[in-house]
């Protein structure tokens, strides 16, 4: 664990342990996860919490597919069986519903091929998933609208493992509860603007210098240029934006209804009866965070997919960019240069299912501990070695 020293900045105010940057739902699990371990935690945001990618409305919680067992895989099954545990003591500590819940998820089947695959995967889920979770193919759908039994000509998958949750209930719990502890403090309209490495000081958007013992990288899309200077080639490609749009209706749907997944569209509903949808997938965009007519034809899809909310009022549309590895997977650790310097970014579409064991990791090596597993290809130097790659081509 890093001790606090008396400021190498020259200010004679004693530095942080760990100045954690961008408090999306990454730097908040890691500055509440730090602060749980005795750290004293600097968390700054160059906006208001929320801001990024973790500011919307959606909060699906989708395991990735039982068959072809690795890693990440693992990592993710792990994460989105404990945090329900997670969630609930934040939720005792704060007294704010987060409004998660396991609805479990379906997924209609459109094809003889893909019900095949579904069999087949029975058995891998049960081996990955174990006893816990189930994961069946039924013939159709057990209500008639939800989804439209049209859309499931070979049947239906009926998974019990995904959750979903309130990702702005979840950031004013986590927010919330980082505000009653004495050794965080959160320094909102401040941004990162550049890292003195040989001092270990961060330079701030209002002209301050802040010294800390460790920096984490939590700062979205924006974490990957900052990583890349640490690692010492500035230029070199990490990761980044794929913009997502979704919208919100005012359905009044039961509040227990499973998740359903078709074709990259997701449609849930929270705990209050509104129903989200989800999500557009740009690599190319000119306005990040405005909706356009590619959310029209999001909701007339989801609509004639889930009957129920054909008639629903559109009643919130948002848009905003997911932060990507160039490894896809998410990138978590110390800059192998600037050990000093830890990446938590890359959560692209399945942060809020992870971001607490993300954290767990991060946590775990500033105290020396073990922690969770982390995949090698979650390592700066597994995305360093991609970006390379694709920067002098094959
Ligand atoms: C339409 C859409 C739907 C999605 N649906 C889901 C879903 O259902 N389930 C799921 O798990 N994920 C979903 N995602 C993905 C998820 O939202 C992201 O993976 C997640 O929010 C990333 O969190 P983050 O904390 O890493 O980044 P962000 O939330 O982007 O947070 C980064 C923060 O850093 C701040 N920042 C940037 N630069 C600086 C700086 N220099 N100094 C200080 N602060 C800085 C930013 O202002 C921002 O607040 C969705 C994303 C989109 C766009």
Redesign the pocket.
């Known amino acids: 664990m890093v001790v606090a020293d008396s400021g190498p900045d020259g200010t004679g105010q004693p530095s942080p342990d760990l100045v954690v ?8 699990w890691l500055a509440l996860k730090a602060a749980r371990a005795g750290l004293s935690v600097a968390l ?13 409305f ?5 395991p990735h597919s039982p068959e072809r067992w690795n890693g990440k895989k693992e990592f993710q099954f792990r994460a989105l069986v404990d945090l329900e545990d997670e969630v609930a003591r934040l939720e005792g500590e704060t007294g704010l519903p987060c409004g998660y819940r396991r609805v479990g998820r379906l997924l209609p089947l459109p094809s003889g091929r893909a019900r095949e695959t579904a069999l087949e995967n029975v058995a891998q889920a049960r081996a990955n998933w174990g006893a816990r979770f189930s994961f069946d193919v039924a013939h159709t759908p057990d209500k008639h609208d939800w989804p439209s039994i049209l859309w499931a000509p070979h049947g239906i998958v009926n998974e019990s493992l995904s959750a ?1 949750l309130s ?1 702005p209930a979840l950031l004013a719990a986590l927010s919330t509860r980082l505000a009653a502890l004495p050794n965080v403090t959160v320094r909102q309209e ?4 550049g890292i003195d490495h040989g001092r270990r000081v961060a330079r701030l ?1 209002d002209g301050s210098e802040l010294a800390f013992g460790h920096m984490a990288l ?6 990957f240029g ?1 990583v890349a200077e640490a690692y010492g080639v500035p230029d070199l490609i990490l990761g980044g934006p794929v ?4 919208a919100l209706l005012n359905a009044a749907a039961p509040p227990d209804s499973p998740l359903v997944y078709y074709d990259g569209i ?1 449609v ?1 509903v929270h705990q209050n009866g509104l129903v ?1 949808i ?3 997938s740009e690599r190319e965009f000119d306005h990040p965070t405005e909706t356009d007519e590619q959310l029209d034809d999001l909701i007339k899809r989801a609509r004639k997919l889930c009957p129920l909310i054909k008639e629903a009022p559109v009643v919130g549309r ?6 990507r590895a160039v490894g896809r997977d998410p990138m978590l650790g110390p800059v192998p240069a600037a050990p000093h310097v830890l990446a ?12 607490h064991r993300m954290a767990d990791c991060l946590v775990a090596g500033l105290a020396g501990k073990k922690g969770p597993d982390v995949p090698e290809s979650f390592a700066v130097e597994s995305h360093a070695a991609k970006a390379a790659k694709a920067k002098t081509g094959p």
Do not use: C, H
Request: charged share 10%.
């Open positions: 940057v961008g408090a999306g739902v990454a730097g908040l700054i945001e160059r906006g208001q919490i929320g801001n990024g990618a973790s500011g919307g959606l909060g699906a919680l989708m979903r990702p401040l941004a990162l603007t958007s939590a700062n979205g899309v924006d974490a900052f913009k997502g749009q979704a997701y849930l989200a989800g999500s557009t948002w848009a905003n960019v997911r932060p938590m970014a890359g959560g692209f579409k399945i942060s809020f299912g992870i971001a």
